[in-house]
C-alpha cells in the first residue's frame, strides 16, 4: 500500500466537516462586497458561456432547449449551495449526450425524468456512505479512454445538423449503424447550413486564440442568427424545430412513478449515477489543481444528488459538473460557491429576457458549437502520450475508448477499470522479488566514515523544505494520497523533496498525479526534487513530462536537501 510518511498526521475530519457545504465554510471566513463583486463577475461570465452550452447539450440528447436551461438553472443553483467543490458549476454536460438520448429514445421523456430522479437519490447515497472516495480508484487511463470515446460519439451526433442533411427515417444511436445511414443522404447536404455551422466553428476558435477573455461561443452563436436572418437562409432553426421558448421556470411536478418503470428506467438511473460521479469528481479535481484547494468527494456527490432530483422535479435532465464551465469560473476570478449560484440566477434573467430571440438560433451553429466541445474534449495530447508510455495503459486505453465508441460507456468503464486491476497485479508480480540468503532482520552495520556526510542540524531545522517519502507501489488506487501533499505544502515551503526509494513501480495515473503536483508547486514558485527513482519510474514520469527542467532529480535525499538548502541561500 502507497503511505507518505511525515512528521505528524493530521486529525481525523468528523461527520461535520466532511458534509459542510462549501458555502458555509466560505462564508466563515468572512464575506463582504470586495467578494460578492468578484462572485458576481464570475457568475455573469460563466452564464454567458453556459446559456448556448446549455442549450446545445440539451437538443443534442434528445431534449428541448427549455429543459437544458432549467437543467443549468435549478442544478447549477443547488450544487453550488449545498457542494463541497468551492469553484463547482453544475449544469447539463457533453458526457451525458448519448445515454441521455437512448434512455428518451427507448422509455419517452417521462422514463428519462423518473431516471434522473431515481439516479439523484443513488448519488446522494453515495455521498452518505462515503463511497465518493473509491471514484478515485478509477485508472487514468480509463478516464482518457471513455471522455475520447464519448467525443467521437458527440461529433458524429453532430454530422446531420452540421451539413443540413435529410434522412429517410430516425438516425440510428449506435455509431456503426449511424455512419451508414449519413452517408446515404450526403446528397441531401445544404450548404447553407454547413457554413453556419463552419463559421460558427472559425469564430469560436479564432477569439479564443486571439481574444481568449471573450465570450467566444455566445458570440458565435449571435453572429449565425443573424447572419441566418440577414441572409434568409432557408435552415431549421430552435423555433422551427422546438417551438416558442418559455419565459421562466415551469411548476415543480413530480414523475409517475411504479414499479414497473423504475425497473425500467434503472440500467439507465445506473449509468447516470456511475458517469455522474466520475464526471463530477473529476470537475472537481480539476478546479482543486488550478487553485490549489481541496473539494470534499461525499459532500460533492451528496449536492449532485440533490441537484439531479431537484432537476427532475422541474423537467430537467441529468445534472453533473462541468469541467469547462468550472475552469471558466475559475479563471474568471470567483471567490467560492456564491458564483456558481450567481450563474444560475443570471441565467434565469437571460432566460426571462431573451425567449423569443433563442428561437431565431439555427441548429447548425448549435452543431458547430457542439463539434467544438467534442474537438475540445478529446485530451489528444494525454491519448498520445499513454499510447506511448506502456503497453499496458496503451492496451486499457483503447479497450475503453473502443468500448465506448461501439458499446456502451458503462461497459467500457467497468471493463477499463478491470483491467486496470489485472495490470496492476501484474505490475505488482514483477515488482516483487527475493534476495537470496537475505536475513529475516538485518544485522547492525558499521559507519564507514568515507561513504557518510556529517549530519547537518540546518536539513531538519529548514521550514522551508519539506520531504515527502513515498512508499509501496504507486498504482491508481494510491494516486488520490498526494492530494495530502498539495495540502500541506503551504506558502513557507520555497523546496518540495519527495523520495521514491520505496516505491516499486509508477503507474500513469499516479505519474499523472505528479504532474499535477509539479505544476502546482510551479505556480506557487516551490522548486521540486524527486529522489530514489528507479531507471522504470524514472521513464514512466518522464513520459508524463515530469523531467528536467520542469524538476530536479538526485539520487538520494540528502544530496537533494544539500542542492535545495544550497540554492535557497543563494549558493
Known amino acids: 500500500m502507497t503511505s507518505f510518511t511525515q512528521k505528524a498526521a493530521p486529525p481525523a475530519p468528523g461527520f461535520a466537516d466532511l458534509y459542510t457545504p462549501k458555502l458555509v465554510t466560505v462564508l466563515r471566513e468572512g464575506y463582504g462586497l470586495h467578494q460578492l463583486r468578484a462572485d458576481a463577475i464570475a457568475g455573469l461570465t460563466v452564464a454567458i458561456v453556459a446559456l448556448p452550452l446549455s442549450i446545445a447539450i440539451a437538443v443534442a440528447s434528445g431534449a428541448s432547449p427549455a429543459q437544458g436551461l432549467i437543467t443549468a438553472i435549478i442544478g447549477g443553483f443547488l450544487v453550488s449551495l449545498l457542494g463541497g467543490s468551492r469553484f463547482q458549476i453544475g449544469g447539463p454536460a457533453g458526457a451525458f449526450i448519448v445515454l441521455v438520448n437512448t434512455t428518451a429514445a427507448t422509455h419517452g421523456m417521462d422514463g428519462l425524468i423518473l431516471a434522473v430522479l431515481l439516479s439523484g437519490v443513488m448519488l446522494a447515497l453515495a455521498g452518505w456512505l462515503r463511497l465518493g472516495t473509491f471514484v478515485k480508484f478509477v485508472p487514468y487511463p480509463v478516464t482518457v479512454g471513455f471522455t475520447a470515446g464519448i467525443a467521437i460519439i458527440i461529433g458524429s451526433s453532430q454530422l446531420k445538423d452540421l451539413f443540413g442533411l435529410t434522412l429517410a427515417g430516425p438516425e440510428p444511436g449506435p455509431f456503426l449503424e449511424k455512419l451508414p445511414v449519413l452517408a446515404a443522404a450526403a446528397p441531401t447536404a445544404d450548404w447553407g447550413a454547413f457554413a453556419i455551422a463552419a463559421g460558427t466553428m472559425t469564430v469560436i476558435f479564432t477569439l479564443k486564440r486571439f481574444r481568449p477573455g471573450w465570450p467566444g461561443i455566445l458570440l458565435a452563436v449571435v453572429l449565425a442568427a443573424l447572419v441566418t436572418a440577414l441572409a434568409n437562409l432557408d435552415i431549421a432553426t430552435i423555433g422551427t424545430r422546438f417551438g416558442a421558448m418559455p419565459a421562466g421556470l415551469p411548476m415543480p411536478h413530480v414523475p409517475t412513478i411504479s414499479m414497473a418503470k423504475v425497473a425500467d428506467v434503472l440500467p439507465a438511473a445506473i449509468s447516470f449515477t456511475l458517469l455522474g460521479a466520475i464526471e463530477s469528481l473529476l470537475s472537481a479535481v480539476v478546479a482543486d489543481g488550478m487553485t490549489g484547494r481541496r473539494h470534499r468527494s461525499n459532500c460533492e456527490l451528496v449536492a449532485q444528488g440533490a441537484a439531479n432530483i431537484g432537476s427532475a422535479l422541474f423537467g430537467g435532465i441529468c445534472v453533473t459538473g462541468t469541467i469547462a464551465r468550472t475552469a471558466t469560473n475559475v479563471r474568471a476570478g470567483a471567490h467560492g460557491p456564491v458564483a456558481g449560484m450567481l450563474h444560475s440566477v443570471f441565467l434565469l434573467g437571460l432566460m426571462i429576457l431573451a425567449a423569443p430571440l433563442i428561437a431565431f438560433i439555427p441548429m447548425a451553429a448549435l452543431a458547430g458549437v457542439l463539434a467544438v466541445v467534442a474537438w475540445n474534449m478529446f485530451e489528444k495530447h494525454a491519448f498520445w502520450r499513454l499510447l506511448n508510455a506502456s503497453k499496458g495503459d496503451a492496451a486499457v486505453l483503447l479497450a475503453t475508448f473502443g468500448l465506448t465508441v461501439f458499446r456502451d460507456l458503462t461497459e467500457a468503464i467497468i471493463v477499463g477499470f478491470a483491467l486496470g486491476a489485472a495490470l496492476f497485479i501484474q505490475r505488482m508480480s514483477q515488482a516483487a522479488t527475493v534476495e537470496l540468503g537475505a536475513p529475516l532482520v538485518r544485522p547492525d552495520e558499521a559507519d564507514d566514515v568515507r561513504a557518510r556526510v556529517p549530519y547537518d542540524e540546518a536539513t531538519s531545522t529548514r521550514r522551508d523544505v519539506i520531504v515527502y517519502r513515498i512508499s509501496g507501489a504507486f498504482f491508481f488506487g494510491a494516486a488520490a494520497t498526494i492530494g495530502s501533499v498539495l495540502d500541506r505544502i503551504g506558502d513557507q515551503h520555497r523546496a518540495l523533496i519527495v523520495d521514491f526509494s520505496q516505491v516499486p513501480f509508477i503507474d500513469s495515473t499516479a505519474a ?33 513530462g515530469v523531467e528536467a527542467p520542469h524538476v530536479n532529480v538526485e539520487p538520494d535525499i540528502r544530496t537533494a536537501q544539500t542542492k535545495a538548502l544550497a540554492m535557497l541561500d543563494g549558493g
Not at 508547486?521 to 514520469?541: C, Q, Y
Request: proline letters at 3%; hydrophobic letters at 50%.
Open 512 to 544: 499523472h498525479t505528479i504532474e499535477g503536483l509539479v505544476e502546482a508547486a510551479h505556480r506557487r514558485k516551490i522548486a521540486v526534487w524527486l529522489t530514489g527513482l528507479s531507471p522504470a519510474n524514472e521513464a514512466a514520469l518522464a513520459a508524463h
